[in-house]
């Protein structure tokens, strides 16, 4: 069968990411089948909206299938896996842009490449399931998928906690955000998606939509801002351990078990999104930080810690935010010439940032 489901029932067509067993993982042949089936129903007129769901009882998409990474990485030299980005990357932006409704239903795990597929849609849907997150640190890489973007527009400095810590959010942090649009309870989901058949998204919404329940970020949000306004990780990571709040505290302990280097390419893409404007323009320069973690150590050492080897306990390389130098990250935002993404016309990327 299939990894990715794909029928009409109505005025809808249905994408259903069908990897269940691997938490709807993408791996390259959804991305391009996908991209496909947008293609095909572009041109249908019967074709009024796009609903994204995932199989099984447990989320949406757990992100990218980083094993294969891995296995790439220590094989081929990533080559496959910037091949990968290059076309998912190039998907998120067509979410964004689609021109029909594109609903995504982000009930319960939604991280990464999830993340990437759902939340550029032009209609977001949470529930009281939702755990949504962008963990990439973790594994000694970078948010991507336009994540940055993302997180970048996201209110004072609750993007930067979240791409630096990989907090996950439920609905109402979510709404807050800007990750999603509106919450409906995961047991009216169904309800929902037929209606989709029958009428416009708007519509077929109301009667649906509920209030969210209560989030964590809001009254969190006099010591996130403060504290991750400063310039640098070191300096964010000091002021969370001398703000006194318990919350702020464990926020910093979090920190310091990611990749140091992880962490102050991230702060890095997340200011310069900031400052760079369309989407397109963020995903090329998320593109040419994805091709350089390829061939940085912390990336597939990540990855071994926690899904090869199933330690949970990296050896990052550079062990310590102190050793990772202005010149370490500035090598993960270098041209890439030829291999541009190129979404945003030539050589945008670099100049926009500065």
């Not at 609903?51 to 980083?66: F, H």
């Not at 991507?144 to 990989?166: F, I, K, M, R």
């Not at 416009?200 to 010591?223: K, N, Q, S």
């Not at 890095?268 to 930080?289: S, T």
């Amino acid at each position: 069968m299939s990894d990715v489901l794909l029928h009409t029932a109505g005025r809808a067509a249905h994408l259903t990411l069908n990897r269940p067993k691997a938490l709807n993982a993408l791996s390259h042949a959804m991305v391009r089948s996908i991209a496909e089936a947008l293609t095909a129903w572009e041109h249908d007129p019967a074709v009024e909206t796009v609903v994204i769901t995932g199989a099984g009882e447990r989320g949406l998409c757990a992100g990218g299938d980083i094993r294969s990474i891995y296995e790439d990485v220590r094989a081929g030299g990533g080559t496959v896996s910037a091949e990968f980005w290059r076309d998912e990357y190039r998907l998120n932006a067509r979410i964004a842009r689609y021109p029909k409704p594109y609903v995504a239903i982000m009930d319960g795990i939604v991280m990464g490449g999830g993340v990437g597929v759902s939340a550029h849609g032009s209609v977001r849907i949470a529930t009281e399931r939702s755990r949504i997150a962008m963990p990439e640190t973790g594994i000694g890489f970078v948010p991507d998928v336009g994540g940055t973007y993302l997180l970048a527009l996201a209110p004072g400095e609750l993007g930067t906690h979240l791409a630096l810590t990989g907090a996950q959010i439920g609905a109402a942090d979510a709404l807050l955000c800007g990750l999603a649009d509106h919450c409906v309870p995961s047991d009216r989901i169904e309800r929902l998606i037929a209606d989709l058949a029958d009428r416009p998204v708007h519509d077929a919404l109301d009667g649906h939509v509920r209030p969210a329940p209560e989030g964590e970020l809001a009254r969190h949000r006099e010591w996130i801002d403060a504290c991750y306004a400063a310039d640098t990780v070191e300096e964010i990571v000091r002021r969370l351990l001398a703000h006194g709040d318990p919350a702020a505290k464990e926020a910093a302990e979090t920190l310091l078990t990611k990749s140091p280097t992880s962490l102050k390419v991230t702060l890095a893409a997340m200011r310069r999104a900031r400052r760079l404007g369309p989407l397109e323009r963020v995903l090329d320069q998320e593109y040419r930080v994805s091709c350089a973690a390829l061939a940085a150590p912390d990336l597939v050492e990540g990855i071994r810690a926690q899904v090869i080897d199933k330690d949970r306990d990296p050896r990052w390389s550079p062990a310590t935010l102190a050793e990772v130098t202005d010149a370490d990250v500035d090598r993960f935002f270098a041209p890439l010439g030829e291999r541009e993404l190129g979404l945003a016309g030539p050589d945008t990327t670099t100049e926009a940032a500065w």
